[in-house]
T-cell receptor, first 117, second 110 residues
Framework: EAGVAQSPRYKIIEKRQSVAFWCNPI?????LYWYQQILGQGPKLLIQ????????DSQLPKDRFSAERLKGVDSTLKIQPAKLEDSAVYLC???????????????FGEGSRLTVL | GQSLEQPSEVTAVEGAIVQINCTYQ??????LSWYQQHDGGAPTFLSY????GLEETGRFSSFLSRSDSYGYLLLQELQMKDSASYFC???????????FGQGTELSVKP
């Protein structure tokens, strides 16, 4: 089966510019996650969707970050305006649903590496 | 707040056994996962424990003690390709947030 697809793989922008990342989860996966991973740290959850509803966005800096998941499939994460501290890898992940082993198993995309100059 | 504690670095030799510990203090607990991440790569799922005890998957095993808020990942017959970062992650409640520790960098020496 096809994995989680993300684009672009790399993006370099200047501070105060905007950027958007796209994610296509594994077919049939109801839950979609966006994580931010700064070099040398663990992934930090930005937002979690269940179908097209938001489960948790408590750590999303809403003054500059936005995310949507239209029709419960693809998702877009946008940053506007970007700051230097936003330099990180943005990981999209999906999982089949809730309950049992599915609670622990996330499938990650290769990530989008953002450099803000 | 939520905290997951793991050692930052572990070094071991090929063929040896290594244990990576994870202790957690979280507002809720549904289960503990382990992920492997090679440099520049995506995290990949290794194991999940929702109940106390040991889960074995090939060379890797994972253990959970809910009463001690503690778990570990055990890697046996270490190979050079096992050099990577390992993350524990806690699911706070069913369908809820999955939060990650800061990771343990494992170096396997010949």
């Amino acid at each position: 089966e096809a994995g989680v697809a993300q684009s672009p793989r790399y993006k370099i922008i200047e501070k105060r510019q905007s950027v958007a990342f796209w994610c296509n989860p594994i077919s049939g996966h109801a839950t979609l996650y966006w994580y931010q991973q700064i070099l040398g740290q663990g992934p930090k959850l930005l937002i979690q969707f269940q179908n097209n509803g938001v489960v948790d966005d408590s750590q999303l800096p809403k003054d500059r970050f936005s995310a949507e998941r239209l029709k419960g499939v693809d998702s877009t994460l946008k940053i506007q305006p970007a700051k230097l501290e936003d330099s990180a890898v943005y990981l999209c992940a999906s999982s089949l649903g809730t309950g049992g082993y599915q609670e622990g198993e996330l499938f990650f995309g290769e990530g989008s590496r953002l450099t803000v100059l | 707040g939520q905290s997951l504690e793991q050692p930052s670095e572990v070094t071991a030799v090929e063929g040896a056994i290594v244990q990576i510990n994870c202790t957690y203090q979280t507002s809720g607990f549904y289960g503990l996962s382990w992920y492997q991440q090679h440099d520049g790569g995506a995290p990949t799922f290794l194991s999940y424990n929702a109940l106390d005890g040991l889960e074995e998957t090939g060379r890797f095993s994972s253990f959970l003690s809910r009463s001690d808020s503690y778990g570990y990942l055990l890697l046996q017959e270490l190979q050079m390709k096992d050099s990577a970062s390992y993350f524990c992650a806690v699911r706070l409640n069913q369908g809820g947030k999955l939060i990650f520790g800061q990771g343990t960098e494992l170096s396997v020496k010949p």
